[in-house]
């Protein structure tokens, strides 16, 4: 049979001899490993005690917009969901009552709006289908839990602070 690639490697079935059997010489070889390594620069850093700088295109976690007025930019359109490949958005629709101007941009609004982090694959296409710049990727690192259902982020978790409240 024709080999795809040539990185298959034939297996010795012979059986082993006495100085195999020993293992001794298989150790050495592992030791050797080992002790080259200690003097080779290390791959691998003390996170979270050392960072690594980020790409300046890194996609962390995402992040709902408000515009200048603190008013929510999304308007449930649902076009981040259509786009995601990894179906990872999901949201509810509400319209805009008399009264709620200074709250939501648009007539229509997220109720509702979550993203599950476990399944996002960072690659963006929500931010870049959004047409009312409202949600877009941070530099923020996603933070780890041992809880599934922390991954599952919601408003309160996306929206950014009403630039309103923070004076
Ligand atoms: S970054 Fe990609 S995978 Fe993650 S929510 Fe947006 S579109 Fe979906
Ligand atoms: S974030 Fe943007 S694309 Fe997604 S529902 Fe809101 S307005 Fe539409």
């Given at each position: 049979m024709e080999l795809l690639t040539n990185k298959a490697k034939q297996v010795d079935r012979r059986p082993m001899n006495f100085w195999e059997r020993l293992y001794l010489i298989s150790i050495a070889k592992g030791m050797w490993i080992t002790l080259k390594h200690f003097?080779?620069?290390?791959?691998?850093?003390?996170y979270p005690e050392e960072k690594r700088p980020f790409s300046p295109v890194f996609r962390g976690m995402h992040v709902l917009n408000r515009d200048e007025e603190g008013r929510e930019n999304c308007t449930a359109c649902g076009l981040c969901a259509l786009a995601c490949p990894a179906e990872a958005i999901t949201m509810e629709a509400a319209e805009r009552l008399p009264g709620e101007e200074h709250l939501y941009r648009e007539e229509k609004y997220a109720a509702k709006y979550e993203i599950n982090m476990l399944r996002c694959i960072f690659c963006g296409f929500c931010e870049e289908a959004c047409p009312k710049d409202a949600v877009y990727l941070s530099q923020t690192v996603t933070p780890a839990s041992y809880q599934r259902k922390d991954f599952i982020y919601n408003k309160k978790d996306l929206l950014i602070p009403n630039p309103k409240n923070s004076n």
């Open positions: 003097f080779k620069k290390k791959a691998t850093i003390s």
